[in-house]
Nanobody, 115 residues
Framework: QVQLVESGGGLVQAGGSLRLSCAASGSIFSIVAMGWYRQALGKQRELVATITRGGRTNYADSVKGRFTISRDNAENTVYLQMNRLKIEDTAVYYC?????????WGQGTQVTVSS
C-alpha cells in the first residue's frame, strides 16, 4: 500500500502563490506516476497535473503556464507550485498515486483564493 499526505493549502489572494506538497510512503517502488487533482464545490474532480516516474509532465489547459509539478525522488515527494492564482482555482486539491495494480488518494488540502 501507499500512503499520501498532502500539505501546503491555505488562503491566498488572487495573483498570489502557494506550493502544495505530497509525501508518499509505503510501497513507493510500485508508483508509476503521481498527480494532483482538484474538486471545487459542486463540481466533479478534475486533473490538474501529473508527472511520471521518468519525469514526463502533463497539465490541464486551465493551469498551463501558471502551475508547475515536480518531484523529489530522494524525499518521495511531489510538489505543485501554483502561481498567479485565480478565484476559480479554489478547490480541495488531492494527490494521487498510480501504482502497478492500484490507485491511491491523499486526504486533500483546501486551497482558497480570495479577491
Amino acid at each position: 500500500q501507499v500512503q499520501l499526505v498532502e500539505s501546503g493549502g491555505g488562503l491566498v489572494q488572487a495573483g498570489g502563490s502557494l506550493r502544495l506538497s505530497c509525501a508518499a510512503s509505503g510501497s513507493i517502488f510500485s508508483i508509476v506516476a503521481m498527480g494532483w487533482y482538484r474538486q471545487a464545490l459542486g463540481k466533479q474532480r478534475e486533473l490538474v497535473a501529473t508527472i511520471t516516474r521518468g519525469g514526463r509532465t502533463n497539465y490541464a489547459d486551465s493551469v498551463k503556464g501558471r502551475f508547475t509539478i515536480s518531484r523529489d525522488n530522494a524525499e518521495n515527494t511531489v510538489y505543485l507550485q501554483m502561481n498567479r492564482l485565480k478565484i476559480e482555482d479554489t478547490a480541495v486539491y488531492y494527490c494521487k498515486a498510480d501504482c502497478l495494480n492500484s490507485i491511491y488518494w491523499g486526504q486533500g488540502t483546501q486551497v482558497t483564493v480570495s479577491s
